[in-house]
T-cell receptor, first 115, second 113 residues
Framework: EPEVTQTPSHQVTQMGQEVILRCVPI?????FYWYRQILGQKVEFLVS????????KSEIFDDQFSVERPDGSNFTLKIRSTKLEDSAMYFC?????????????FGEGSRLTVL | AQSVSQHNHHVILSEAASLELGCNYS??????LFWYVQYPGQHLQLLLK??????LVKGIKGFEAEFIKSKFSFNLRKPSVQWSDTAEYFC???????????FGGGTRLMVKP
């Protein structure tokens, strides 16, 4: 069964460093997402991406975040200057279509720890 | 804005007990509803979904959920749980137009053998 894959599974970084989290969505999917879950809190939407541009983003997704689809397979989330509060599990997801019946498929997550 | 509430944060059951996890949402328009499960160390997996039609939805592994529009609820049920159902369960909602999922806080289920 096709699946969304994410790397790294766990990254530890120092505050202020740049981090790139990588995702390989399911190959025929066109819509891509990042969600995050701070320990003990809800899974929160960060951003959705379609046709090489951001289609929706939340208040969390400020200027320190960016997303990119650098080639035909990868979808990346970059955090420019990490803060302690960025420590979370980051989930990538993809879907074949949007709207009514668009089902999201999630990756296993990348745990980011900022020291 | 839409929001989702899961009232049970932790549930402990013995095997063969029946399960019902509550989920209430707030949103004025047409919604799509989901239950996801996250087994220890694994990714979010879709258990079941409701888009339209029969409000009683059957999912994988014997789970079902009932959409009650008048109560803004989408409770998850299973008549007889197994030890392997130990996991965290998330209710989620999205409006019919977009793809942004709003999640509830999750319910940790522990099933004792």
């Amino acid at each position: 069964e096709p699946e969304v894959t994410q790397t790294p599974s766990h990254q530890v970084t120092q505050m202020g460093q740049e981090v790139i989290l990588r995702c390989v969505p399911i190959s025929n999917h066109l819509y891509f997402y990042w969600y995050r879950q701070i320990l003990g809190q809800k899974v929160e939407f960060l951003v959705s991406f379609y046709n090489n541009e951001i289609s929706e983003k939340s208040e969390i997704f400020d200027d320190q975040f960016s997303v990119e689809r650098p080639d035909g397979s990868n979808f990346t989330l970059k955090i420019r200057s990490t803060k302690l509060e960025d420590s979370a599990m980051y989930f990538c997801a993809s879907s074949e279509k949007t709207g009514g019946t668009g089902e999201l498929f999630f990756g296993e997550g990348s745990r980011l720890t900022v020291l | 804005a839409q929001s989702v509430s899961q009232h049970n944060h932790h549930v402990i059951l013995s095997e063969a007990a029946s399960l019902e996890l509550g989920c209430n949402y707030s949103y004025g328009g047409t919604v799509n509803l989901f239950w996801y499960v996250q087994y220890p160390g694994q990714h979010l997996q879709l258990l079941l979904k409701y888009f339209s039609g029969d409000p009683l939805v059957k999912g994988i592994k014997g789970f079902e959920a009932e959409f009650i529009k008048s109560k803004f609820s989408f409770n998850l049920r299973k008549p007889s749980v197994q030890w392997s159902d130990t996991a965290e369960y998330f209710c989620a909602v999205k409006n019919n137009a977009g793809n942004m999922l709003t999640f509830g806080g999750g319910t940790r289920l522990m099933v004792k053998p």
